[in-house]
Every structure is written in structure tokens, then in C-alpha cells.
């Protein structure tokens, strides 16, 4: 697998990354949220050692115990995608393990036990499931996962009872969004139990034409009958996506040019940029190199625009508490330094 | 005197140009609106005879008879702003001569026989009076004004009695613009004869925060008074203008920063540009050059763009009658091509 933020995509490439969680608990111990700190970090032990016990060597695992870290560390996390909200939540008692080029993820008392996912560049779902099923398996043979032979997996919460997986894909989505036909397709395909959320996860808004699309039905379907149903609603939405492209090509090439260009020449200029017009222009300018109409610009490098460009991260690199001005200034500047 | 267009002014020189014009009729002639297409015509030799007779060979003057030019031609001239759009109404009998550095307008059979004009860079009434004085006089010598010993000069509009002069000068306000100061100083200089209007003369807005000040009153002064009455105004407004920004720069410096940068930026990039975006942006960056932030642009180049970016001359330069898209697209060619 690909670390997204390190692989350069084709330029015609709208999805940036994949990603495959599957939840699993420990049998005979209760859910995270019934735990006291104690009790989690037990189970963070207990999660760590079956861990090394189950890697056959091939990953270089590191472990990450959320209590040991500052606020703006965890963030940094949260920023790159590597864990959740609710695992920072439960900072007291909460940790992830972290293979090298950071594809493999464990986070280990968030809502479950487990949250195992595998992360990686461009539309990769096959790939991204034997991988984490591949280690599911190994801890499995280590440990008692909470299982019921009728219903499967057993998890904190309902929906994601049965096979405990979510198979997402991060896909940019700015023609569509320009002709308004996202509600639409949402609608649509909510009647298929699949569902598509912002950039940052349930209940966010769609900011930089970037959408997470992801099955809602974790039970009555097997592993694969769910990547190959949301690897053809995938399919079917670049479609979408490079039709409508095309046709705001036909019918408004110089005001698109003039967007993606605009939006180029404020990224390399602006001195105060916020973080939501970051992410809007960098969609722009993403929709430029995909649509051959910028060349000098890669992926990988919007890609760490994308990460790097999040409070937190920001204040990792200029090593400094920001002040919500600050953060603006120095997002600017980063901008500026790294589109040169 | 020196062309405005051609001229590097001092970047923080924050008058354009200024501009003396003188309302002349000749005697024993109607006024312009009362003529014929071919009384007018006669008016016009009359005055290109005596002006090569009064010549004393210093200015090479070149005649402009408006009726044997397209419209196109004529709208250029207006947004050099070497002539009116009341010479190009009356463009049947107009004519307007011109010397070879453009500092020279006569204009024949605007609303007047004639209007001289000596047009200037920076602020320099008193050299711009003393020129077209001189030729006043010249001309004064070969041809009998419409001239009453109380009152002065005869004019079609009673506005312009008197000396029949106007002093103008075209000023970069941004500051006061952006602070809304524009409504009281404007009220305050009606109140002592000076009126300020936008780029394009009466009645026309004041875009891109260029304001053309001159003086309201023509009779019961002297020349010389109105001159130095408009130039105590003039330094007094520069005063507030440059404390404005001196304030503006303390309080939000990063936002001006910004603005100023982005405002490059999107000149250099745009694919499609309007006029009155156009002129904004130029305010933006002229400002930048004139308080030191931008340092690699020329006052020069910011006139021409002012001048060029104009549909007409826009028309002339890419050689084409333009659909009002075709102009936006070839406004922004032109100013990328020439802020390279």
C-alpha cells in the first residue's frame, strides 16, 4: 500500500485515498465507554503485546499512548487522518499503533476495542481489505474477539455490528459541486446504504469539494459483496464527475480557467488565507492538474497542502501556540513557501 | 511638461495628473450647439489657421478632424483622456489638435469654440497654467475672444464664465476610500468651490479610488488664485490620504498586506477581467507601489495599464471588434502579458 500523502497519483486520478476499518472487541471485557482509565489502559497493553506477538515481523509497529502526548500532538494525528475525534476524546485511556509509512492504523479504544484500518493512495478497496484482514486474522489467533456466530461481530454501537467494516473512499468532487448536483446523488444513494460525508468525517460540511463516501450497512453482507457494491458506486460517480467536468468545459471554459487560475494566483499570494478558502482554492487548483490545465503542480504536493495547512500542523512546524490570526498569517506563508 | 503615460512618478507621488483647460469662444460666432456641420468645419480651419500661424514653431501640432475617424478611434482618444465625450457627441463639426507628447489637447467645438488643455504628470498646476497660457496668448493674438471687460470670458455655459478655467487633478485616494471619508471631504470642498469626481469626469463613479478634484468657481476669481486655492486643497488632501494609510498600516497591516497581494496575484493570473475589477485591482497595487510593499512594478506600467485595459484601446490593440466576453478575456491577456 501507498501512503497518500507520499505517492504521487495520476493526474486524472479524483480519488485521493481508501481506506478499510474494521471494528472488533475483546470478549468478556466491556466496551470502552464502560471502562475507568485503568481498565482501558489494560486493554491497550493487553492490544499492544497480542500486536507484537501477532506480527510476523514484516510491520514496524510503533504505539502511541494518546495520555502521554499534548493536545496539539493528538491533533496533528487527527489532522493527517490517522485517528479519530472520539479517540482524542478518550485521551486517558486511548491509544493507536502505527506502522511505518503510516497506512496501518490501530486505534485501540475509540467507541470499540479495535478500530483496525488500512489507508492508502487513490481507489485501492481490494488492496486496503486483504491487507487489514490479513492482520485481523493474526490478532485473531491471539485473541478472543467478541463474536456471535449468527450476527458477527459484535460492536459498542449497532450499525456497526456484523462484519465491523466501513470501506471509505476520499473523492474530489468540484464539478459536481459547482452544478449543485451533490444533494441529489446523496439522496440517491442513501436509498443504497451507502452514505457520503465531508472532509472530516460525520456531520462535517463539504468544504474543498472533498466528500468521503462509505457503506452504511455493516450486517447481512459479506466483506467483499460490500467493497464490490461501493466500488461500483464509486465508479459510477467519477463518471459523473469527469461528464460533468467536461461539460463545464464546453460551456464555460475561459470562467473555469479564470477559477482555477485566480484561485492559484491568491494560494501563491495571499498573506491572510483561512482554512476553509485554503481548502476551497486548493480544490481549484486540484481540479486544474487533473483537468491538464495546470502542469507545474503535483498531487503529492496539494496533498500536504491539505495536511499541512490544518491548525494543528501548523502549529507543529512553527513550533508556536496560534493565535486564530496567526494561524492565518502562517497558513499563508506556508502556502506561499511551498507553491514556489 | 511630461506625458503622464510615459512618465515615472516617485512611488509615493499619489496625484496622477493635473490638468488646466481653458473655455474659449470666438467672437461674433454662435456657440457650438448652434451650428451647422458646416459652420462648425469652418470653426475648425479657422482655428487650425491661427494656431500654425501663432505657433511659433515649438509645438508640432497635428490636427484631428473627429468626422474622418471610426468610433473606435475616437473612444480611444476619450480614454486617454485627451478629449470629451462631448467633443465625440458633436463629432460631425469636432475637431481636436494635439502635439507630439500628448501634454497639448485643443479641443474645437466642444461646448465651446475651443477648450485648451495642457494635460501633466504628478501635480504641477502652475507649470500646466503657465503652458497653456502661453498659447492662450498666442492665439489671442490672431483671433478676437468672445470677451466682456467686467465679467471676462464668454462661455456656452454659464459655469464657465469668467476665466474660463478648470484646474484638475486625477488622485490615488485608496485609503480614504477604504475608511468611507470620501462623503465628508466631498461635502466639505462643495462648500468651498472644489468638486471631486470619478475617473471619467461629471457624473461618473469613482472607481478604482482615482478622483479627479478641480475647481466649481470661474468668475470673480483670478487664475492664479484658483490655482493655488485647488493646490492648498490638493496638499491638504494628500496629507489625510497618507495619514489614513499610515493609520490603515498600523492597525491592519497584514490585511492590507493581503489585500495588496492578492490583488497582484489575481491580476497576473485572471483569464477573465472586467473593467471596474481592472481598475480596482490597479488601486490595490498602486497602492502597494506607492507605500513600499510591492517593488518590482512601475508607477509607468500601472498608468498604462489604466489606459490600455480601456475597451476601445483594447479593440485597437488586438486588432478586433470585441463582444464584451471577448473583451474581459483579452483585458486579462493583456494585463498577464504585461505584468510579466
Same sequence: chains 1, 2.
Avoid at 487527527?78 to 490501530?106: C, M, P
Avoid at 448536483?181 to 446523496?186: D, F, G, N, Q, T
Avoid at 492559484?264 to 483561512?274: A, H, Q, R
Wanted: charged residues 30%; aromatic residues 4%; contains cysteine.
Amino acid at each position: 500500500m501507498k501512503n497518500w500523502l507520499n505517492s504521487d497519483l495520476k493526474d486524472n486520478d479524483i480519488v485521493i485515498t481508501t481506506r478499510i476499518r474494521l471494528a472488533r472487541n475483546i470478549k468478556g471485557i466491556p466496551f470502552p465507554d464502560k471502562l475507568s482509565d485503568d481498565e482501558g489502559r489494560d486493554v491497550v497493553k493487553k492490544i499492544k503485546d497480542t500486536l507484537i506477538v501477532s506480527n510476523d515481523g514484516k510491520e514496524n509497529f510503533t504505539c502511541i499512548d494518546l495520555w502521554k502526548n499534548d493536545n496539539n500532538c493528538n491533533a496533528e494525528y487527527l489532522e493527517k487522518h490517522l485517528i479519530s475525534k472520539k479517540l482524542i476524546e478518550n485521551y486517558n485511556r486511548s491509544a493507536f499503533i502505527l506502522n511505518k509509512d503510516e497506512t496501518i492504523s490501530v486505534m485501540v479504544n475509540e467507541e470499540d476495542h479495535l478500530r483496525l484500518q488500512a489507508i492508502t493512495a487513490g481507489l485501492n478497496l481490494e488492496e486496503a481489505y486483504e491487507c487489514i484482514d490479513r492482520i485481523d486474522d493474526k490478532i485473531e489467533e491471539n485473541l478472543d474477539y467478541a463474536f456471535d456466530e449468527k450476527i458477527g461481530y459484535l460492536t459498542a454501537c449497532p450499525t456497526n455490528i456484523g462484519t465491523g467494516m466501513r470501506a471509505s473512499v476520499m473523492i474530489h468532487l468540484p464539478a459536481l459541486s459547482m452544478n449543485n448536483e451533490m444533494p441529489r446523488i446523496l439522496n440517491a444513494l442513501s436509498q443504497i446504504g451507502i452514505t457520503i460525508r465531508g472532509l472530516w468525517g460525520e456531520g462535517s460540511k463539504a468544504i474543498g469539494s472533498l466528500y468521503q463516501i462509505s457503506n452504511q450497512i455493516t450486517l447481512g453482507m459479506s466483506e467483499n459483496d460490500i467493497i464490490s457494491n461501493l466500488k461500483t458506486v464509486v465508479e459510477q460517480i467519477i463518471n459523473q464527475e469527469n461528464l460533468s467536468r467536461e461539460q463545464l468545459m464546453k460551456k464555460y471554459k475561459y470562467e473555469l480557467e479564470d477559477k482555477i487560475a485566480r484561485s492559484l494566483g491568491i494560494l501563491k499570494n495571499s498573506v491572510i488565507l483561512d482554512s476553509n478558502e485554503c481548502l476551497n482554492l486548493i480544490s481549484n487548483v486540484r481540479m486544474g492538474v487533473e483537468i491538464g490545465i495546470i502542469n507545474d503542480i503535483s498531487k503529492k504536493s496539494l496533498n500536504n497542502l491539505l495536511v499541512n495547512t490544518q491548525r494543528a500542523t501548523l502549529q507543529e512546524i512553527y513550533n508556536k501556540e496560534l493565535s486564530k490570526k496567526e494561524e492565518n498569517i502562517k497558513r499563508a506563508l506556508y502556502v506561499r513557501e511551498n507553491l514556489r
